[in-house]
C-alpha cells in the first residue's frame, strides 16, 4: 500500500485543548497548527494537493502493507500499527499531552509520538517537514546532538528525540531496534531524560482523559459513539479562554468543486451553543463553565450593541477573509481561506444563543460560579438587542452572503431570549423585570404566528412571510415554541420530510443560494430529522435512521459537516462540532433506559 495517501476524511484527531493534529490512516500528522487551532498550520499535507510530502510528520515503514489504527480506550491518544511485506511491525503511539501538574493543566503547544517495534526487524524512515506561513515554505532548521529546531514562525518548534538527529534531518532510513521518542513542542532545553518524560507524560494523558470520560453521564445504549463524541468536542474547545471552535480545519469543500470552502477554526456562537448543550446532558460542565466566561467577555466587549456571530478564540472581532495562495487545497479543490467574511454578517440568532447557555448559571448549584443580579443587568442587555433586532433582516444560521430576510429562526431565538430572560428574573424574584420580558415574548410569539406561518403551504416558512422550507423550522419544538402535538408543527414536519429529504439525509434549504443549489445534505439536519421522527412517534424508523447515520462515521468515529446522499461521501469541514452534537443528541433520545438490564 501507498505510504501517501490521497487525502480523504478518514483521519484522526489528537488534542489537548491548546493545539490538535489531524493523522491520516497511516499515522501520517497531515493537519495541524500553532500556536493554536487558528494559527498557522505547520502541518498542511491535507491542504496541499498532490504534494503530500511536504507540511507533514510521517514514519514510515520500508515495505509497507498494511495500517489499523484505534484510540486508546476512552482518550484521544492514538495507536497505529504499521506492518511490512517481510512480517516486520511497528507501533506508533500520538498524543498532545495533558495532565494536571505544579497545580495548573499542563497542555504544551506539543505533538508527542512514541515509536515502538513489535515484530522482526522493521526499518523506518522519519520525515518530519513543517511549513511556515500557510504553505509558502518548508521551515529552515538548526540542530544540536538531541534536537532540531525547526524555525516555522517568530517562535521555533523543537523536536528532542533520543533517535539519531541526522536521519531525522537527512530523512535516512534505519532499523528500528528499541522505542524512540519524538515531543515536538516550544523551543526550550529538556531537562530530563526524554524517553522516561514521555512515557510518563504518556501515562498521566491516559488517566486524565480516563478520568474526565469516567464522569460523563451516558445513556446505556451507543455508548462508544457518545464518549468518541464528546472527547472530540472538548478537544475543540480552546481552553485558554472557553471558545469552542465549529471544526478544526479550513476548506474542505462542502460538496466536490463547489469552491463552498470556508475556515472553520473560529467560535461561532450558535454551533457553541449546541455543542455545550449536549456536552450539559452528560454533565461535562467544565466545558460549559469556561464557554460561560468567553460568552461574558464577549458581552463586555459588545458594550451593550451587536454580537457578531464568530469571533476568534481569542475573541478578536476581525477575522478578515483572503486565500493562502501557496496550498493547493483539499484534493486539489481550492481555494483554502483563511479568516471568515461572515463576521461581517449580521445573524440575530446569536443573542438567543448567549442568553440560553447562560441562563443554566442561575440554576446549577454544581457550577463553581453562579450567576448573580450583576450577570442578569448584563444578559438583559443582550436580551434588548434581541428584542430590537427580532423583526429585522439577517442572513440567517446558513449564512447567505447575498440575501436577507427576516429568518424564522433568528426571530425564535429572539423569542426564546426574552423568554429565558422572564424566567431568570423569577429566580431571582424579579417580579416586574419577569411581566416585562414575558410581555416581549409574547408579543414575538404572534408574529411567527402570524407572519411565519405560510397558509397555501400549510407549514411555517423559512423567514417571514415567505414560502420556502428549512430544516431549522424543526427547532422549534427543541426550544420549548411548540408541543409536538402541536397541529402546525405536524404539517410543518410532514412538509419539511417531503421537501428536504433525500433517503436518509436531510437537506439545508431547498432554495438556491449564493451557489447554486445545494449538492450534498448537511448533517445536523439529519439528526435534527430523527428527533422529530421520535417526537411523531416514528420510534423504530428514527433508531434505523440513526444506526444508518453512525454507519457514515469515519473509522475514528466522527463525522464532517455535509454528506454525499448518492453515495454516502463525507465532505466539509473534519471533525464538525454540530454534528458531533447530533450523535449525543439522538443516543441521549433513542436509547433504552438503563433500567432494562438492571
Same mark, same amino acid.
Given at each position: 500500500?501507498?505510504?501517501?495517501?490521497r487525502? @480523504?476524511? &478518514?483521519?484522526?484527531?489528537?488534542?489537548?485543548?491548546?493545539? %490538535?493534529? !489531524?493523522?491520516? $490512516?497511516t +499515522?501520517?500528522? *497531515?493537519?495541524?497548527?500553532?500556536?493554536?487551532?487558528?494559527?498557522?498550520?505547520?502541518?498542511?499535507?491535507?491542504m496541499?494537493?498532490?504534494?503530500q510530502?511536504?507540511?507533514?510528520?510521517?514514519?514510515?515503514?520500508?515495505?509497507?502493507?498494511?495500517s @489499523?489504527? &484505534?484510540?486508546?480506550?476512552?482518550?484521544p491518544?492514538?495507536? %497505529?500499527? !504499521?506492518?511490512? $511485506?517481510? +512480517?516486520?511491525? *511497528?507501533?506508533?503511539?500520538?498524543?498532545?499531552?495533558?495532565?494536571r501538574?505544579?497545580?495548573?493543566?499542563?497542555?504544551?503547544?506539543?505533538?508527542?509520538?512514541i515509536?515502538?517495534?513489535?515484530?522482526?526487524?522493521p526499518r523506518?524512515?522519519?520525515?518530519?517537514?513543517?511549513?511556515?506561513?500557510y504553505?509558502?515554505?518548508?521551515?529552515e532548521?538548526?540542530?544540536?546532538t538531541n534536537?532540531?529546531?525547526?524555525?516555522v514562525g517568530?517562535?521555533?518548534?523543537r523536536?528532542?528525540?533520543?533517535?539519531?538527529?541526522?536521519?531525522v534531518?537527512?530523512?535516512?532510513?534505519?532499523r528500528?531496534?528499541n522505542?524512540?521518542?519524538?515531543?515536538?513542542?516550544?523551543?526550550?532545553?529538556?531537562?530530563?531524560?526524554?524517553?522516561?518524560?514521555?512515557?510518563?507524560?504518556?501515562?498521566?494523558?491516559?488517566?486524565?482523559?480516563?478520568?474526565?470520560?469516567r464522569?460523563?453521564?451516558?445513556v446505556?445504549?451507543?455508548?462508544?459513539?457518545?464518549?468518541r463524541?464528546?472527547?472530540?468536542?472538548k478537544?475543540?474547545?480552546h481552553e485558554?479562554?472557553?471558545a469552542?471552535?465549529?471544526?478544526?480545519?479550513?476548506?474542505?469543500?462542502?460538496?466536490?468543486?463547489?469552491?463552498?470552502?470556508w475556515?472553520?477554526?473560529?467560535?461561532?456562537?450558535?454551533?457553541?451553543?449546541?455543542?455545550?448543550?449536549?456536552?450539559?446532558?452528560?454533565?461535562?460542565?467544565?466545558v460549559?463553565?469556561?464557554?460561560?466566561?468567553?460568552?461574558r467577555n464577549?458581552?463586555?466587549?459588545?458594550?451593550?450593541?451587536?454580537?457578531?456571530?464568530?469571533?476568534s478564540?481569542m475573541?478578536?472581532?476581525?477575522?478578515?477573509?483572503s486565500?493562502?495562495?501557496n496550498?493547493?487545497g483539499?484534493?486539489?479543490?481550492?481555494?483554502?481561506?483563511?479568516?471568515?467574511?461572515?463576521?461581517h454578517?449580521?445573524?440575530?440568532?446569536?443573542?438567543?444563543?448567549?442568553?440560553?447557555?447562560?441562563v443554566?448559571?442561575f440554576?446549577?448549584?454544581r457550577l463553581?460560579?453562579m450567576a448573580?443580579?450583576?450577570?442578569?443587568?448584563?444578559?438583559e442587555?443582550?436580551?434588548?438587542?434581541?428584542w430590537?433586532?427580532?423583526?429585522q433582516?439577517?442572513?440567517?444560521l446558513?449564512e447567505?452572503?447575498?440575501?436577507?430576510?427576516?429568518?424564522?429562526?433568528?426571530?425564535?431565538?429572539?423569542?426564546?431570549?426574552?423568554?429565558?430572560?422572564?424566567t431568570?428574573?423569577?429566580?431571582?424574584?424579579?417580579?416586574?423585570k419577569?411581566?416585562?420580558?414575558?410581555?416581549?415574548?409574547?408579543?414575538?410569539?404572534?408574529?411567527i404566528e402570524?407572519?411565519a406561518?405560510?397558509?397555501?403551504?400549510?407549514?411555517?416558512?423559512?423567514?417571514?412571510?415567505?414560502?420556502?422550507?428549512?430544516?431549522?423550522?424543526l427547532?422549534?419544538?427543541?426550544l420549548?415554541f411548540?408541543k409536538?402535538?402541536?397541529?402546525?408543527?405536524?404539517?410543518?414536519?410532514?412538509?419539511?420530510?417531503?421537501?428536504?429529504?433525500?433517503g436518509?439525509?436531510?437537506?439545508?434549504?431547498?432554495?438556491?443560494?449564493?451557489?447554486g443549489l445545494?449538492?450534498?445534505?448537511?448533517?445536523?439536519?439529519?439528526?435534527?430529522?430523527?428527533?422529530?421522527?421520535?417526537?411523531?412517534?416514528r420510534?423504530?424508523e428514527?433508531?434505523a435512521?440513526?444506526?444508518?447515520?453512525?454507519?457514515h462515521?469515519t473509522?475514528?468515529?466522527?463525522?464532517?459537516?455535509d454528506?454525499d446522499f448518492?453515495?454516502g461521501?463525507?465532505?466539509?469541514?473534519?471533525?464538525?462540532?454540530?454534528?458531533?452534537?447530533?450523535?449525543?443528541?439522538?443516543?441521549?433520545l433513542?436509547?433504552?433506559?438503563?433500567?432494562?438490564?438492571?
Amino acid at each position: 500500500m501507498t505510504q501517501t495517501p490521497r487525502s @480523504s476524511l &478518514e483521519l484522526w484527531p489528537v488534542g489537548n485543548c491548546q493545539v %490538535t493534529g !489531524l493523522l491520516d $490512516e497511516t +499515522g501520517g500528522l *497531515v493537519w495541524g497548527c500553532v500556536p493554536r487551532v487558528d494559527g498557522d498550520p505547520v502541518f498542511c499535507a491535507l491542504m496541499n494537493g498532490d504534494n503530500q510530502s511536504e507540511g507533514v510528520w510521517r514514519i514510515g515503514l520500508e515495505g509497507l502493507v498494511s495500517s @489499523s489504527q &484505534e484510540y486508546l480506550r476512552n482518550t484521544p491518544i492514538l495507536k %497505529t500499527r !504499521l506492518e511490512a $511485506e517481510d +512480517g516486520s511491525a *511497528v507501533e506508533i503511539l500520538d498524543f498532545a499531552p495533558r495532565f494536571r501538574r505544579s497545580g495548573r493543566m499542563y497542555r504544551p503547544v506539543a505533538f508527542a509520538r512514541i515509536v515502538r517495534p513489535v515484530a522482526g526487524t522493521p526499518r523506518i524512515t522519519v520525515n518530519l517537514s513543517p511549513m511556515k506561513n500557510y504553505g509558502e515554505a518548508v521551515a529552515e532548521t538548526t540542530n544540536g546532538t538531541n534536537h532540531i529546531r525547526y524555525l516555522v514562525g517568530p517562535q521555533a518548534l523543537r523536536l528532542t528525540t533520543d533517535a539519531a538527529v541526522g536521519y531525522v534531518l537527512e530523512k535516512r532510513t534505519f532499523r528500528l531496534e528499541n522505542d524512540l521518542h519524538f515531543f515536538l513542542g516550544p523551543d526550550e532545553p529538556f531537562s530530563s531524560n526524554v524517553g522516561h518524560e514521555l512515557e510518563t507524560m504518556l501515562e498521566l494523558t491516559d488517566h486524565y482523559w480516563r478520568h474526565w470520560v469516567r464522569g460523563l453521564a451516558t445513556v446505556m445504549e451507543w455508548q462508544e459513539a457518545i464518549i468518541r463524541a464528546a472527547i472530540t468536542l472538548k478537544i475543540c474547545q480552546h481552553e485558554e479562554t472557553g471558545a469552542i471552535v465549529a471544526a478544526l480545519t479550513t476548506s474542505i469543500p462542502e460538496a466536490p468543486g463547489s469552491e463552498r470552502n470556508w475556515d472553520y477554526r473560529y467560535c461561532w456562537i450558535r454551533d457553541a451553543y449546541y455543542t455545550v448543550q449536549a456536552l450539559n446532558r452528560l454533565g461535562a460542565l467544565d466545558v460549559l463553565e469556561k464557554y460561560l466566561a468567553y460568552l461574558r467577555n464577549i458581552v463586555d466587549n459588545a458594550k451593550g450593541g451587536a454580537v457578531q456571530p464568530l469571533y476568534s478564540v481569542m475573541g478578536e472581532a476581525q477575522l478578515d477573509e483572503s486565500f493562502a495562495e501557496n496550498l493547493a487545497g483539499y484534493r486539489g479543490m481550492g481555494p483554502v481561506r483563511k479568516g471568515n467574511a461572515a463576521y461581517h454578517q449580521v445573524q440575530h440568532d446569536a443573542y438567543g444563543q448567549i442568553v440560553l447557555p447562560t441562563v443554566q448559571a442561575f440554576f446549577d448549584q454544581r457550577l463553581y460560579r453562579m450567576a448573580d443580579k450583576a450577570d442578569f443587568e448584563s444578559l438583559e442587555q443582550v436580551g434588548e438587542m434581541a428584542w430590537k433586532m427580532h423583526d429585522q433582516p439577517d442572513a440567517g444560521l446558513w449564512e447567505f452572503r447575498t440575501r436577507q430576510e427576516v429568518h424564522t429562526y433568528s426571530v425564535l431565538m429572539s423569542w426564546a431570549a426574552c423568554g429565558r430572560i422572564a424566567t431568570v428574573a423569577d429566580r431571582l424574584g424579579l417580579t416586574e423585570k419577569a411581566e416585562f420580558w414575558r410581555d416581549r415574548a409574547a408579543r414575538i410569539r404572534d408574529k411567527i404566528e402570524s407572519e411565519a406561518w405560510n397558509e397555501e403551504g400549510q407549514h411555517y416558512a423559512s423567514a417571514l412571510g415567505g414560502k420556502h422550507l428549512d430544516a431549522s423550522l424543526l427547532q422549534m419544538i427543541d426550544l420549548g415554541f411548540l408541543k409536538p402535538e402541536d397541529e402546525r408543527f405536524q404539517l410543518t414536519f410532514a412538509a419539511v420530510e417531503k421537501g428536504l429529504r433525500r433517503g436518509e439525509h436531510m437537506l439545508r434549504y431547498d432554495a438556491e443560494d449564493d451557489f447554486g443549489l445545494p449538492e450534498t445534505a448537511f448533517n445536523i439536519c439529519t439528526f435534527w430529522l430523527m428527533e422529530a421522527l421520535h417526537l411523531a412517534g416514528r420510534e423504530e424508523e428514527a433508531r434505523a435512521l440513526f444506526e444508518t447515520m453512525l454507519s457514515h462515521r469515519t473509522k475514528s468515529g466522527l463525522l464532517s459537516e455535509d454528506l454525499d446522499f448518492n453515495n454516502g461521501e463525507l465532505w466539509g469541514n473534519f471533525p464538525q462540532t454540530y454534528s458531533l452534537v447530533g450523535i449525543i443528541n439522538c443516543a441521549t433520545l433513542l436509547s433504552k433506559p438503563w433500567s432494562v438490564i438492571r
